[in-house]
């Protein structure tokens, strides 16, 4: 009889606490005051696409749910930077009628058709911010345009093809050179590549490994505009002009005039990108492995042959145009004081003889043909033939004038053909 009192005594207590926690929890909601932008209710709590239900709330835990929505969205507007009206926290009233289910499907379909059901007391994390696409540029660079279409042609490169194809019937013939040619050559899958591994090999020393200067040839052959045409047109201008060249792998391994004119390419590069210090320990570079010394400054064209290459010289503010052929110990020299503008100006198609020396800031127009060991410190009009301790007028070179090609590329070095 004892027992069955207590148990009648507990029940009456259970069903006193129960009516007074759930009058406390209807006076908390009845006594909070909705907001146009944030609002609640008795059942469900709704946020942009996020459902939970309330019933398992305590007074305390709605009103720390609240303050979770809040700091939430404000944390959002600071990252995409809308304001909090563009947010709305809406409340669906807890009806028998089955007007929350309507009023729920209202909200939902509103923000975005999300009818996921509530599965937590606890909203959803909120997602991260999606990352911007970037838009194209409506102005692109013409220089970096023109670089695209130097890689889009490079699939189909010819004088990479050509050497690809000779390097690889020269292998079958020399077995003794099959491991030179394939990792000079054969190993790589572009004219650029090859070059920066093989220049590397050349011009390497205590100072700086291999890699250094490989990555450096790289990245001049990367962002210069016009470093990969001119490595292709020196190659050829070697091979259709050296009558003793049988072959481009014979110009890309041997020649030093070749390789020392890439040498320049990278050295001009990093003096215009202001890395002085760097570009001259590339002259030095060249000057002591090819005994050709051009300077980072000097300008130089394409197309350029230095046949033989020992000895030769050009000056900081030299400038040489395309197609040009000199042979060895050919000085391009200056007159005057430093930081002047004090070296010749070669034109296109001009053929310097072995031994010349050209000094002071002077014109040769194009076409010219200077003999072996003269000394020019004059002017030189376009196509003139010039010979001679000071140089001296002697004829006139009609091949350009006619539709021939230019005294460049004829390589006529004992001066017959010209007109008196």
């Not at 760097?278 to 000057?287: G, I, R, V």
């Not at 100006?345 to 010349?356: E, F, T």
């Not at 006139?396 to 007109?419: F, P």
Request: net charge neutral.
């Amino acid at each position: 009889m004892f027992f069955l009192l207590l148990l009648l005594q507990h029940s009456a207590f259970s069903l006193v606490y129960l009516h007074h926690s759930s009058n406390s929890r209807s006076s908390f909601l009845r006594s909070t005051t909705p907001s146009s932008s944030d609002e609640y209710s008795d059942k469900f709590l709704v946020r942009q696409n996020s459902v939970f239900d309330a019933n398992h709330f305590t007074s305390n835990e709605i009103h720390n749910e609240k303050e979770k929505i809040k700091n939430r969205l404000k944390y959002n507007d600071k990252r995409s930077g809308n304001g909090l009206s563009s947010y709305k926290v809406t409340a669906v009233e807890n009806n028998n009628n089955g007007d929350s289910n309507s009023n729920l499907n209202n909200n939902t379909n509103t923000n975005n058709n999300n009818k996921e059901s509530p599965k937590s007391k606890y909203p959803p994390p909120t997602p991260p911010a999606l990352q911007s696409t970037p838009t194209p540029n409506p102005n692109p660079d013409p220089q970096q345009s023109r670089k695209q279409t130097l890689e889009e042609q490079d699939e189909f490169d010819q004088v990479w093809k050509q050497l690809l194809s000779e390097a690889k019937t020269e292998a079958e013939k020399e077995p003794l050179l099959v491991s030179f040619l394939f990792s000079s050559i054969l190993n790589h899958k572009s004219l650029e590549s090859a070059l920066a591994f093989h220049m590397a090999n050349r011009l390497m020393s205590s100072s700086m490994m291999s890699t250094q200067v490989q990555v450096l040839f790289l990245e001049a052959l990367e962002n210069s505009p016009t470093f990969k045409y001119s490595l292709r047109k020196d190659m050829m201008a070697v091979m259709k002009r050296d009558p003793a060249c049988t072959c481009l792998p014979d110009v890309f391994l041997y020649f030093k005039g070749f390789h020392a004119l890439q040498t320049y390419r990278v050295a001009n590069y990093l003096w215009r990108k202001d890395r002085k210090v760097l570009a001259q320990y590339f002259q030095s570079q060249m000057s002591q492995v090819f005994q050709i010394d051009i300077h980072p400054n000097a300008t130089l064209g394409s197309g350029i042959m230095l046949d033989h290459g020992t000895g030769i010289v050009i000056g900081e503010t030299a400038i040489v145009g395309d197609n040009v052929s000199m042979l060895h110990h050919v000085t391009l020299g200056g007159s005057g004081k430093v930081n002047t503008d004090r070296h010749p100006k070669v034109g296109s198609g001009v053929l310097i003889g072995a031994g010349a020396s050209v000094l002071g800031n002077i014109k040769i127009g194009d076409g010219v043909q200077i003999g072996a060991g003269s000394l020019v410190i004059e002017d030189v009009q376009d196509n003139n033939v010039v010979v001679g301790v000071p140089a001296k007028v002697i004829g006139k070179n009609l091949g350009t004038e006619i539709g021939r090609e230019a005294a460049s590329e004829v390589m006529n070095q004992v001066l017959d053909g010209y007109v008196i």
